[in-house]
């Protein structure tokens, strides 16, 4: 049944168009203000201050890494490794925001579930509990282009008969097989 719905093409375009969009549109208010980024990145002390490299490398690169890996989702390229670099970032951002939310609430004494700030998302503050969920769908969804059979609404699609649904790597293999076989059993017969 999971099969017969992944090669509809529906759960991998749904999983593209969220992922990919919002993958655009916070990598590109990154892009617009790299330096209030920077600071966000240095608040979690993930990576070294010295030398300066590091932290100005990481709030170039990442936003631009995020809006390609969006837009190839969106356009359906290369769409395995685009949902493996998001699943990738989401897998590591996602628990830095616990902690950081964790360390909060033992800093001020502030409730789990009203702990607010600016995660370096590109939306602004936010309450982290409602953050976390989000991300943790994010992180779901993302993993459906990597998983998925299907190429069906794929910009790829038009490139490979893969994302055809006709397509069955297994039925070519016996198909090649059986052609073989018979192929044998006719130079046995002729042999005889």
């Known amino acids: 049944m999971i099969r017969r719905i992944d090669r509809t093409g529906v759960p991998l375009l749904a999983a593209r168009l969220v992922v990919g969009g919002l993958f655009i549109w916070m990598g590109y208010k990154k892009i617009l203000d790299p330096i209030e980024f920077l600071k966000l990145i240095r608040m979690y002390g993930m990576v070294p201050e010295e030398p300066a490299f590091y932290l100005n490398s990481i709030a170039v690169v990442l936003p631009w890494l995020e809006v390609v890996a969006g837009a190839a989702l969106l356009l359906g390229v290369f769409v395995r490794g685009a949902g493996a670099v998001i699943a990738g970032m989401l897998a590591v951002f996602t628990p830095v925001i616990f902690v950081r939310a964790m360390q909060m609430v033992s800093a001020e004494g502030t409730p789990f579930m009203q702990v607010a700030f600016d995660c370096g998302c590109g939306s602004g503050e936010v309450i982290i509990w409602k953050k976390l969920l989000s991300n943790?769908?994010?992180?779901?969804?993302?993993?459906?282009?990597?998983?998925?059979?299907?190429?069906?609404?794929?910009?790829?699609?038009?490139?490979?008969?893969?994302?055809?649904?006709?397509?069955?790597?297994?039925?070519?293999?016996?198909?090649?097989?059986?052609?073989?076989?018979?192929?044998?059993?006719?130079?046995?017969?002729?042999?005889?």
């Open 136 to 192: 943790t769908g994010l992180l779901l969804l993302s993993l459906v282009p990597i998983f998925s059979n299907s190429r069906l609404l794929c910009l790829s699609a038009l490139f490979s008969r893969r994302g055809l649904p006709e397509h069955n790597a297994e039925a070519d293999r016996l198909g090649h097989r059986r052609e073989r076989n018979a192929e044998s059993r006719s130079n046995r017969v002729t042999a005889s």
